[in-house]
């Protein structure tokens, strides 16, 4: 398997990464040249991708490492649509929204599912990164749609997409909700959730944030990322283990 198995701890650093990525894509942007910004963010993101195709099993510290790269470099292109492109937040969320739909229906008609523990092919995973990387996009534009285009400011935001990430939870557990429609949606909303919630320690006060700085908040998130997953490093807490694939094959009848 090349995803991790989904635990309290997957949620955590998700999360810590997706704050991450926001205040230190807003930090390069704003602190060196914009362009070299995007460059340097698009390079990294090459160079861990082909980190991440290259090994042949889960690694924790690799896949997180990507999954930060895809949280800094997809926050950037939604940021590049909307302050060079001129495109709306609004505009910018439903394009978004639509490429990941895209995704979803193209991996589900090739390959008849959208379950993470049948990520053990290289099209698969594929389809698992596209998946990602058009949340993180779409993510970073409802986020800022909904702090600035509708004023909620990123507090509030971030309580409204709080209680948005739940909801499938208790779906789940309470309601028997589809499994893969849950966990998906959950993942969607961690990137506005997290992303509020950085916008919210380093953005100044005059726009609803504390004014710590993105500098600030961004070293703090990576602190935060770099404990976490060296533990899961060293106890492979977050290791699918054997039998995974058996278990999705009985119960989805795919191989």
Not at 2 to 28: H, N, Q, R
Not at 53 to 67: D, P, T
Not at 210 to 223: H, N, P, R, S
């Amino acid at each position: 398997m090349k995803v991790p198995e989904i635990t309290l701890y997957f949620w955590i650093v998700k999360l810590l990464t997706t704050a991450m990525g926001e205040a230190t894509s807003d930090y390069l942007v704003y602190h060196i040249n914009p362009y070299i910004a995007v460059i340097l963010g698009f390079i990294g993101f090459v160079v861990v991708l082909i980190l991440q195709f290259s090994v042949r099993k889960y690694i924790a510290w690799v896949y997180w490492l990507f999954v930060t790269m895809v949280a800094i470099f997809g926050t950037m292109v939604a940021d590049v649509t909307h302050i060079v492109l001129g495109v709306s937040y609004y505009a910018s969320t439903i394009a978004f929204a639509i490429i990941l739909t895209l995704v979803f229906t193209t991996w589900y008609k090739v390959e008849g599912t959208l379950s993470i523990h049948s990520i053990y092919t290289r099209r698969r995973e594929m389809f698992y990164w596209a998946a990602v990387l058009a949340t993180f996009a779409m993510g970073t534009a409802t986020g800022d749609m909904t702090a600035m285009t509708f004023h909620l400011g990123y507090l509030p935001s971030g309580i409204l997409f709080i209680v948005l990430f739940l909801l499938p939870g208790v779906g789940y557990f309470l309601f028997r909700l589809n499994p893969i429609f849950a966990f998906w949606f959950a993942y969607v909303i961690t990137r506005p959730l997290g992303a509020s919630f950085a916008d919210w320690f380093s953005k100044p006060k005059n726009i609803t944030g504390l004014g710590y700085g993105d500098g600030i908040v961004a070293a703090v998130f990576t602190v935060l990322i770099v404990l976490f997953v060296g533990y899961l490093t060293v106890s492979k807490r977050d290791v699918q283990r054997e039998g995974a694939r058996s278990r999705y094959r009985n119960e989805f009848g795919r191989s």
